[in-house]
């Protein structure tokens, strides 16, 4: 089911958001530093299952580089920041939007976001959104206990966007064969493992947006693949 990840995600946000409001003030910082950094490690291990078993290393290798370049020359990580910060400062007037505003941001601003919706749309277990659920719920109750109830109202967003994102990659399944979907899988394992680096160094090692053009280099260096067998290494 492609929307199971984006319900379970909004509604984990929303459990967050209630236990911030009862006991979030309880919770020590070592504990939430612990925990997010023990989730990188689980989001690390879905990277790597999602990649393997890896059948065109060089493509992989080729589209990561050169999306890497992509996306350093379009800025596409310092464009999303420069979004977030925008919208924030248009949208952030009254109490419940002091809350509302960065936790929607935060939520879904980012390549997890968008990589756990394209695995649940693709049909697999959504074991990314599922990860990612755990960290918004804590995340949410953290930022309830700082910013108020305005946080719950980022639930609501994060169900249309990742459903909106998981639908849309659940229709392309039928018109991508199994060797180009195994290809984009691949590419958005390795961008996964990375953004669980990210977590467990406790800062951005890797700007995983700038990486996001690799996927759709996968596809097409996949599709290259399929008419000419010699690129496909």
Known sequence: MA??????NALAIAAGVLLGLLVGSRLGEDFRDLALRAMGLVVVVIGFKMVWPLTAPVNLLVSLVAGAWFGE?????????????????RLSR?????????????FNVGALAILGSIQAGLGRIPTLLLTKSVLDGVTGMVLTTTLGWGVIGAAVVTLVYEG???LAAHAAVAALPPSVLAAFSAEGG??????????????????VPNLLPALGLAVLLAWVGRWWPGAGL
Do not use: C, Q
Request: hydrophobic share 50%; no cysteine; glycine share 14%.
């Open 3 to 8: 929307l199971e990840g984006p319900v379970v």
């Open 73 to 89: 020359r379009w800025h596409v990580s310092e464009g999303l920041e420069t979004l977030g910060n925008w919208a924030e400062r």
């Open 94 to 106: 009254g109490n419940f939007s002091r809350g509302f505003v960065p936790a929607t941001l935060i």
């Open 190 to 207: 390795v961008l996964i493992a990375a953004l669980g680096v990210n977590f467990i160094a406790g800062r951005t090692m890797l700007r």
């Open 164 to 166: 909106g994102v998981a």
